[in-house]
């Protein structure tokens, strides 16, 4: 047991202290290799590439609570005292699918807490609709791709609920 130790230690004795030296002569004597500098501006070009898509994705969400905006402007437009037609359900849906993306994408998730007051009529439903809408537009523009917001995500549940209860005035 121990001659094949010994045996062992005395030849690979050499090959440890050949890679050694060779991996000193390394170190020390090399510039770095034209691909080590190119790795930086590789990370420099990626690191820019993330943040525009950052900027982008910032942007859409800030765009889409435009359309909310503008879709709850339509949607007031078409009521018709205490209902609405049933066409209305398009605009809805589009209303809940953006909310629901901007919520997801500004860090919340679904809180099924009843509003509080909740509206009496279509009418007070459809005005606080575009209240909650205009906080949500001016909340997302203030804010950077870097905030997580919870106004943003409150109005975004506001607004999700509210379609949920405008949905009941559908002919």
């Known amino acids: ?10 030849l690979s004795a050499p090959l440890v202290l050949a890679a050694g030296s060779a991996v000193r002569a390394q170190s020390v004597g090399t510039p770095p290799s034209p691909v080590e500098d190119q790795g930086g501006a590789f990370r420099d070009t990626l690191k820019r590439m993330e943040i525009k898509r950052e900027e982008d994705e910032h ?29 209305a359900e398009k605009k809805l849906k589009e209303i809940e699918k953006s909310a629901r993306q901007i919520r997801s994408e500004s ?21 606080r609709l575009g209240e909650a809408s205009e906080r949500l537009t ?10 997580v917001s919870a106004s943003v995500v409150s109005g975004a549940t506001e607004i999700i609920q509210l379609v949920k209860l405008i949905r009941n005035y559908l002919n």
């Open 107 to 127: 860090g919340g998730s679904s809180d099924d807490k009843p509003l509080d007051p909740a509206p009496a009529s279509l009418t007070d439903a459809l005005k």
């Open 59 to 87: 942007r859409k969400l800030v765009d889409r609570a435009a359309q909310i905006k503008q879709a709850v402007g339509a949607l007031a437009d078409e009521a018709a005292g205490s209902r609405l037609a049933r066409a």
């Open 138 to 147: 001016e909340s997302m523009e203030r804010t950077s791709r870097h905030v």
């Open 1 to 10: 047991m121990q001659f094949r130790t010994l045996l062992l230690l005395v």
